[in-house]
Nanobody, 120 residues
Framework: QVHLVESGGGLVQAGGSLRLSCAASGDIFRINVMGWYRQAPGKQRELVSTISNGGMTNYADSVKGRFTISRDNAKNTVYLQMNSLKPEDTAVYSC??????????????WGQGTQVTVSS
């Protein structure tokens, strides 16, 4: 069974930085995508950034140029470096692991989430 644990959230002033980490443990299929999603109260969960095992990345338009995603495949860990944080970045950030099981089925695993609060 795969388990995801996030860390690195906290309170920071606007313009500051945080680095989130997510470590996956268990039997993990080699070909996968890990990433970060966030959800603020009253809003839908939204994609922040993802990265494949091969290093292909994508970012939400709202974080491009400010956030950088990376991963260590040997450690099964994904990171999100968040710079120039804005109050609108305030949300619970959750780590996601996605892989295909069979031809069409997609498996999504989630961590417990870590709170990021950016003050004005």
């Amino acid at each position: 069974q795969v388990h995801l644990v996030e860390s690195g959230g906290g309170l920071v002033q606007a313009g500051g930085s945080l680095r989130l980490s997510c470590a996956a443990s268990g039997d993990i299929f080699r070909i996968n995508v890990m990433g970060w999603y966030r959800q603020a109260p009253g809003k839908q969960r939204e994609l922040v950034s993802t990265i494949s095992n091969g290093g292909m990345t994508n970012y939400a338009d709202s974080v491009k140029g400010r956030f950088t995603i990376s991963r260590d495949n040997a450690k099964n860990t994904v990171y999100l470096q968040m710079n120039s944080l804005k109050p609108e970045d305030t949300a619970v950030y959750s780590c996601n692991l996605r892989y295909k099981r069979g031809l069409v089925n997609t498996v999504d695993l989630w961590g417990q989430g870590t709170q990021v609060t950016v003050s004005s």
